[in-house]
T-cell receptor, first 113, second 111 residues
Framework: KAGVTQTPRYLIKTRGQQVTLSCSPISGHRSVSWYQQTPGQGLQFLFEYFSETQRNKGNFPGRFSGRQFSNSRSEMNVSTLELGDSALYLC????????????FGSGTRLTVV | ELKVEQNPLFLSMQEGKNYTIYCNYSTTSDRLYWYRQDPGKSLESLFVLLSNGAVKQEGRLMASLDTKARLSTLHITAAVHDLSATYFCAVTLGGSEKLVFGKGTKLTVNP
């Protein structure tokens, strides 16, 4: 079966711009989570959506937002980009209460210049 | 606040040797995960441990969970170069789907 698909794979943006990242989960998975990975802070939870509702949110400023559509696809948006937003953004999908683990996408590498 | 600590953070070992990576977490958790990440790549799921005493093995890797000690171990047997990667443990808390990760252990296996 198809895995988790994230687009685009790479992005270069300028400070102050905004960006939208997309994630298509595995078919049938209704939970989508987003993580930011940086060398300094490691892997940090951004938010989690289930059936179009945000259930959990990490400690990130309001510039980071997301949403989930009725087909479970999710987008995250970062407005007013800062240099420190440069990171690998990973999306994971799972069945609710999945005991088989979360499947991660290949990620979007965002570089802010 | 749930915290996850891994040690060591860096591990250089020779092929054929055995070693163990440790993962401690600060509060009771219902699920523990081990992931592998190759440079520039995403996270690959290795193991899901759900209960006290759980042990899972795949090839040269074996993971175990002691919920009373809040400790999981990832044991590497007779390491080979292909195991070189960064290994992360992560836990979830109270039915939440939020994964809290350790900082990762960068493993280098030398010929």
């Amino acid at each position: 079966k198809a895995g988790v698909t994230q687009t685009p794979r790479y992005l270069i943006k300028t400070r102050g711009q905004q960006v939208t990242l997309s994630c298509s989960p595995i078919s049938g998975h209704r939970s989508v989570s987003w993580y930011q990975q940086t060398p300094g802070q490691g892997l940090q939870f951004l938010f989690e959506y289930f059936s179009e509702t945000q259930r959990n949110k990490g400690n990130f400023p309001g510039r980071f937002s997301g949403r989930q559509f009725s087909n479970s696809r999710s987008e995250m948006n970062v407005s007013t980009l800062e240099l420190g937003d440069s990171a690998l953004y990973l999306c994971a999908s799972s069945l609710q209460g999945d005991n088989y683990g979360y499947t991660f996408g290949s990620g979007t590498r965002l570089t802010v210049v | 606040e749930l915290k996850v600590e891994q040690n060591p953070l860096f591990l250089s070992m020779q092929e054929g040797k055995n070693y163990t990576i440790y993962c401690n977490y600060s509060t009771t958790s219902d699920r523990l995960y081990w992931y592998r990440q190759d440079p520039g790549k995403s996270l690959e799921s290795l193991f899901v441990l759900l209960s006290n005493g759980a042990v899972k093995q795949e090839g040269r890797l074996m993971a175990s969970l002691d919920t009373k000690a809040r400790l999981s171990t990832l044991h590497i047997t007779a390491a080979v170069h292909d195991l070189s990667a960064t290994y992360f443990c992560a836990v979830t808390l109270g039915g939440s789907e939020k994964l809290v990760f350790g900082k990762g252990t960068k493993l280098t296996v030398n010929p």
